[in-house]
T-cell receptor
Framework: DAGITQSPRHKVTETGTPVTLRCHQT?????MYWYRQDPGHGLRLIHY???????DKGEVSDGYSVSRSKTEDFLLTLESATSSQTSVYFC???????????????FGPGTRLTVL | SQQGEEDPQALSIQEGENATMNCSYK?????LQWYRQNSGRGLVHLIL?????REKHSGRLRVTLDTSKKSSSLLITASRAADTASYFC??????????????FGQGTILTVHP
């Protein structure tokens, strides 16, 4: 899977608790993305990063924050988890820093999050 | 914004048959991509077709792009049970700086029966 891992792979938490999901890549890709996948909605972009410390919102960013302190890691935080954030979360990467086309995205295996 | 809409939503065929999935999009694009997702797994990039290309092949996959109709199709020939998966088209986000962002359609669920 293009050297991209996500942790944890499964998590069950309670409403109101903070949750952090981690995406780690070994491919030296510049761009990183967090998506959520829900039945009937397909994949929706939550946040993305276009470099270290450079992040921006996607289409469903409310209730989520991200951080990228180094190239390899992109963290997604749910400050206070709600049941509506129960979903499968995917991280994706694109575009090596050495400069090839950044069109194709490579996906991690996903994190299944359940908020009770 | 929904850049890709797949049709049909679900497709069930027998092994050896061809499977065709269609994608329509709303805004002008410079490329369109197709991805596969096996159950419980992440998406895997299959093929990218650029706006100046009309057809592209990769193994048993054939993708066409009609920019005048804002549509693309993915054909899988001689399907196998292992092709059972969801298939998504994806196009660059409309407007603003792309940063490689994609908008995905909701996908076609393909089931290939042995």
């Amino acid at each position: 899977d293009a050297g991209i891992t996500q942790s944890p792979r499964h998590k069950v938490t309670e409403t109101g608790t903070p949750v952090t999901l981690r995406c780690h890549q070994t491919e030296n890709h510049r761009y990183m993305y967090w998506y959520r996948q829900d039945p009937g909605h397909g994949l929706r972009l939550i946040h993305y990063s276009y470099g270290v410390k450079d992040t921006d919102k996607g289409e469903v960013s409310d209730g989520y924050s991200v951080s990228r302190s180094k190239t390899e890691d992109f963290l997604l935080t749910l400050e206070s988890a709600t049941s509506s954030q129960t979903s499968v979360y995917f991280c994706a990467i694109s575009g090596r820093l050495t400069g090839s086309s950044y069109n194709e995205q490579f996906f991690g295996p996903g994190t299944r999050l359940t908020v009770l | 914004s929904q850049q890709g809409e797949e049709d049909p939503q679900a497709l069930s065929i027998q092994e050896g048959e061809n499977a065709t999935m269609n994608c329509s999009y709303k805004t002008s694009i410079n490329n369109l991509q197709w991805y596969r997702q096996n159950s419980g797994r992440g998406l895997v990039h299959l093929i990218l077709i650029r706006s100046n290309e009309r057809e592209k092949h990769s193994g048993r996959l054939r993708v066409t792009l009609d920019t005048s109709k804002k549509s693309s199709s993915l054909l899988i020939t001689a399907s196998r049970a292992a092709d059972t998966a969801s298939y998504f088209c994806a196009g660059p986000n409309a407007g603003g700086t792309s940063y490689g962002k994609l908008t995905f359609g909701q996908g076609t669920i393909l089931t290939v029966h042995p």
